[in-house]
T-cell receptor, first 113, second 113 residues
Framework: DVKVTQSSRYLVKRTGEKVFLECVQD?????MFWYRQDPGLGLRLIYF???????EKGDIPEGYSVSREKKERFSLILESASTNQTSMYLC????????????FGPGTRLTVT | GESVGLHLPTLSVQEGDNSIINCAYS??????FIWYKQESGKGPQFIID?????DKRQGQRVTVLLNKTVKHLSLQIAATQPGDSAVYFC????????????FGSGTKLNVKP
């Protein structure tokens, strides 16, 4: 059974804090993704990675960075959390190329106060 | 960029009836589409996919129809059950941007017992 796990289901942080969101997949997938999900806006891609130490900006990378030191782990970093980063964060993984679905984790609901 | 949208934000159906959820996409180069189901508090779950060389694909109680002429995708759920209550959204991918999916904002399906 394929699995994508995220380190926290709920997180509350203060403005200005550095925040780490961790994602681990056990499917040996090359691609990993970070999205945020906000009501009425759908999933928006923040960053993705197609290999260890490789990363590509998505549609809304501002205020975020990522780290992929191991194939199975992809971290999202909020350098200085702001209230407009309050959102649901979803991690996903997929095979490298071709027409393959993305498998999602359960999400982390982050609140920045 | 691409845009993927849904016509109806909320759909209420009676248990046992059939449900139809619609999605419009704008990128005629998109060649792979997925429907996801997202239950409250969970990450999106793959339901069914379809490639652009097909116009219909059936799964267990679900059917996806693709009309490339009008760039329209629909998900049909037969004999809708209370467990089908969730948010459904479509996603598209194009071969010229092979790593990135674009997601619709979702339709909430309410199944009344």
């Amino acid at each position: 059974d394929v699995k994508v796990t995220q380190s926290s289901r709920y997180l509350v942080k203060r403005t200005g804090e550095k925040v780490f969101l961790e994602c681990v997949q056990d499917m040996d997938h090359e691609n990993m993704f970070w999205y945020r999900q906000d009501p009425g806006l759908g999933l928006r891609l923040i960053y993705f990675s197609y290999d260890v130490k490789m990363k590509e900006k998505g549609d809304i990378p501002e205020g975020y960075s990522v780290s992929r030191e191991k194939k199975e782990r992809f971290s999202l970093i909020l350098e200085s959390a702001s209230t407009n980063q309050t959102s649901m964060y979803l991690c996903a993984s997929s095979r490298l190329a071709g027409l393959y679905e993305q498998y999602f984790g359960p999400g982390t609901r982050l609140t920045v106060t | 960029g691409e845009s993927v949208g849904l016509h109806l934000p909320t759909l209420s159906v009676q248990e046992g009836d059939n449900s139809i959820i619609n999605c419009a996409y704008s990128n005629s180069a998109s060649d792979y589409f997925i429907w996801y189901k997202q239950e409250s508090g969970k990450g999106p779950q793959f339901i069914i996919d379809i490639r652009s060389n097909m116009d219909k694909r059936q799964g267990q109680r679900v059917t996806v129809l693709l009309n490339k002429t009008v760039k329209h995708l629909s998900l049909q759920i037969a004999a809708t059950q209370p467990g089908d209550s969730a948010v459904y959204f479509c996603a598209e991918k194009s071969m010229d941007n092979f790593n990135k999916f674009y997601f619709g904002s979702g339709t909430k399906l309410n199944v009344k017992p």
